[in-house]
């Protein structure tokens, strides 16, 4: 019997958590799912009549909020067993910080895929890149899939994204597309980037600098044709582009100019960043993106 697969899901009622559902359709999940769907209120500090002579605007923990959390949470379960009925779906509400309970529930779960819409109902759902996902992207310490759908797409063909460099994170995302079910005529670009360096001032440097292109070319090169074949063994269309570019530009433009539903890209790469726990390109990418950025994690 097939493991299933752990997904935790972040739904508020948002259009974007809305839509964070609807682009499940075309994350090339397989049918043995395991989902828990939370809602959390963030209404939870005790009222105060006044505070210091002044008056107070408290959020108020209430029955009420913790019952409408658990309702929305019941409406996205069934949302989504009407798209997947094979899924084993459960449905949670809990009162307090949605980010911190979001990572809290993955810490315990230990969920293989975490999803959030790219903004949530706060003031910063305002914005671009919303806090919700913003902090559960950087502090979580699995895979999270950024989700923004786009409109009239349902079934059919996938066009997808993904970076390589090399890493061991970037073959993770290699990986995790290689294990997913994309409908037929789905589409990839693998993209390689070459980093850009300043003009050397002397010959010798000038000597240096063309053999580490020269070396960075064909290991790049190598990723993106290593990546290529394997993505083509489970049927998917392939194109690859390696250009000398900032990767986090690159894997933007790309993804508009294939009109991409998805970015695969791994948590950190090669260069400095990867002592950090997020990555600048990735960072980057879940934040700019104007599609769906899914952050692999090794």
Same mark, same amino acid.
């Given at each position: ?44 500090? &005790? ?37 997947? &009925? ?70 059919? &063909? ?12 970037? *073959? ?43 070396? *960075? ?26 250009? *000398? ?48 950025? *899914?952050?692999?994690?090794?």
């Amino acid at each position: 019997m097939n493991k299933r697969l752990k997904i935790l899901i972040g739904y508020d009622g948002s259009a974007c958590s809305e839509s964070a559902l609807a682009d499940l359709i075309r994350a090339g999940l397989p049918p043995e799912v395991e989902a828990t769907v939370i809602t959390v209120s963030d209404e939870f500090l &005790p009222s105060l009549a006044s505070f210091g002579g002044v008056q107070t605007k408290f959020p108020v923990y209430s029955l009420e909020r913790e019952e409408e959390a658990a309702a929305l949470a019941r409406s996205a379960k069934t949302a989504i067993n009407a798209i997947f &009925p094979e899924w084993q779906v459960h449905a949670e509400a809990a009162i307090g910080s949605p980010a911190n309970i979001l990572l809290w529930k993955a810490e315990e779960w230990k969920p293989d895929l975490l999803v959030v819409g790219s903004q949530g109902r706060t003031a910063l759902g305002r914005f671009f890149f919303g806090s919700v996902s913003q902090k559960v992207l950087h502090a979580a310490t699995g895979s999270v899939r950024i989700a923004r759908g786009k409109e009239n797409r349902q079934d059919g &063909p996938v066009r997808l994204i993904v970076g390589v460099d090399g890493s061991k994170d970037a *073959e993770s995302a290699i990986d995790a597309m290689s294990k997913r079910f994309w409908p037929g005529g789905s589409e990839a670009r693998v993209v390689g980037a070459i980093g850009i360096l300043p003009p050397a001032a002397t010959k010798f440097m000038a000597l240096e600098v063309a053999k580490w292109i020269a070396d *960075e070319n064909a290991r790049v090169r190598n990723a993106v044709e290593a990546a290529s074949n394997k993505l083509r063994g489970i049927g998917l269309i392939v194109s690859s582009l390696v250009k *000398e570019a900032d990767p986090k530009y690159l894997l933007r433009d790309e993804a508009e100019a294939l009109d991409a539903d998805c970015i695969f890209v791994g948590a950190r790469g090669m260069g400095r960043s990867e002592r950090l726990l997020l990555g600048d390109v990735a960072s980057t990418v879940a934040s700019r993106a104007h599609c769906t950025v *899914e952050v692999i994690r090794n």
